[in-house]
């Protein structure tokens, strides 16, 4: 009886992990999207405060100029994304397969393997503690690297 239910118990931990990777995905995705708009969003914004004249020309476009700046732009932007998913989708697989990983895990072994390891900092060897962003500034600019003697 008890082995049941630890199998009950095992099956609602992981339907638990797995509703935290979902909504953890969910929320990295909106904040990314939400960036991303804002960013456009600016840029247009700067562009129209720029040159107001030739910023609705480009939108609704001139005699003698047969596609409008806004439509080539946004065929510029689709081909720009188009070659940046593509060209690092073909850079990470190319990886993957020359390190001759399996799976994911292994993948993390493997490469764990070759590059360098990373020090503990256990006990920390500088402050970590700051009373605001300025004191942090402070600390950066000044004093760190620079070893006190207490």
Not at 35 to 44: I, K, L, N, T
Not at 96 to 106: D, H, V
Not at 108 to 137: A, V
Request: with cysteine; glycine share 10%; aromatic share 10%.
């Amino acid at each position: 009886m008890a082995k049941s239910n630890d199998t009950i118990e095992t099956s609602v931990t992981k339907s638990e992990k797995l509703k935290e990777k979902i909504y953890a995905t969910v929320f990295l995705s909106t904040v990314a999207s939400i960036s991303a708009f804002a960013g456009f969003a600016r840029a247009v914004a700067a562009a129209r405060k720029q040159d107001p004249k030739h910023f609705g020309d480009g939108i609704s476009g001139i005699k003698g100029i047969p596609e409008t700046g806004a439509s080539l732009a946004i065929r510029a932007l689709g081909w720009g994304t188009l070659y940046a998913v593509t060209g690092c989708g073909l850079f990470f697989y190319g990886i993957w397969k020359l390190s001759g990983a399996t799976n994911a895990e292994e993948f993390r072994f493997k490469m764990g393997s070759l590059l360098p390891k990373i020090p503990k900092n256990d006990p920390p060897q500088s402050r970590t503690e700051f009373e605001g962003l300025t004191d942090l500034l402070t600390y950066i600019s000044e004093d760190w690297g620079q070893n006190k003697e207490v």
